[in-house]
């Protein structure tokens, strides 16, 4: 028969796996209770993009997310199991993905006859902000950033790559330099299309035209804020205000903790008389 000390780390090793387990299965379902309070609320059918960068298991192995084939897998079922007529709440807090899932998700949430609002709580870029191009309205948290969406070739942005040309002779290029140029010059010309199809029906053609060069062309760093009060400035259909049942959601995902915390703060809100 094994020892006690044996059965002891049988048990603390089970208990090692199980509980991070268990622990990941409980917040969902909180995640699930909280998204039907907003649902009950507004009476939509409510879909989150959030993306954080999450710890796995009790390893804390880091898990960078990012808008990918998986996710418009998922908000694609989950658009086709809402009744076209039926509002849809589209809560996004992302650093953007893959151009071609970005572009799925955008063009079906376009198609869909229900009013769509993308919640922007914190951040939207990149493909996060090409999914908000697509809404009837986009309500923002007042310090919230939207961003550009420049294509980028590997790591560099199609803009930058596109000026090469402009500032040294043919012979001065290379090969692989000269192949850059032309799918960067492709990749501009088709985001650029694609935008502007996306805002021809809430402005005219010359508003849609500027606004989707002023977005792809590299007017802007790929990192750029785009505030709230800037984006209505561009003509966006922008809102200020988020409902709390939003925040409570976003709690639910919370930051991977880093070991040395770097914000620490009373999690209450106070009052002006409490102060003084």
């Not at 390893?59 to 908000?75: C, K």
Request: glycine share 6%; net charge neutral; with cysteine.
């Amino acid at each position: 028969m094994p020892d006690l000390w044996t059965v002891l780390l049988a048990a603390a090793l089970l208990l090692l796996f199980a509980v991070p387990i268990v622990q990941q299965q409980m917040t969902r379902a909180r995640r699930l209770r909280a998204i039907r309070d907003i649902e009950a609320e507004r009476r939509t059918r409510v879909i989150a993009l959030i993306h954080r960068q999450e710890r796995i298991g009790f390893l804390g192995i880091p898990l960078f997310r990012y808008i990918d084939i998986n996710d418009s897998e998922e908000i694609l079922r989950a658009i086709r199991l809402t009744e076209p007529e039926m509002p849809i709440d589209f809560i996004v807090h992302t650093p953007g993905g893959l151009i071609l899932s970005s572009e799925q998700i955008a063009m079906a949430l376009r198609r869909h006859r229900g009013r769509v609002t993308v919640f922007v709580p914190h951040y939207a870029m990149s493909g996060g902000t090409l999914l908000c191009l697509a809404a009837d309205e986009v309500a923002m948290d007042e310090n919230a950033v939207l961003g550009p969406v420049d294509p980028r070739i590997g790591e560099y942005p199609a803009a930058s790559i596109l000026r090469v040309p402009r500032l040294k002779p043919p012979d001065k290029i290379d090969d692989t330099t000269f192949i850059l140029v032309d799918i960067a010059a492709k990749a501009q010309n088709q985001m650029r299309e694609f935008v502007t199809g996306l805002l021809r029906d809430r402005m005219t053609v010359e508003q849609a035209d500027r606004l989707a060069r002023l977005l792809t062309e590299g007017t802007w760093t790929h990192d750029y804020p785009i505030t709230l009060e800037q984006a209505r400035e561009l003509g966006l259909p922008v809102t200020p205000g988020m409902p709390a049942g939003v925040y409570r959601l976003m709690d639910l995902f919370p930051q991977a903790m880093p070991r040395r915390p770097s914000v620490a703060y009373v999690p209450i809100p106070y009052r002006e008389e409490e102060r003084e």
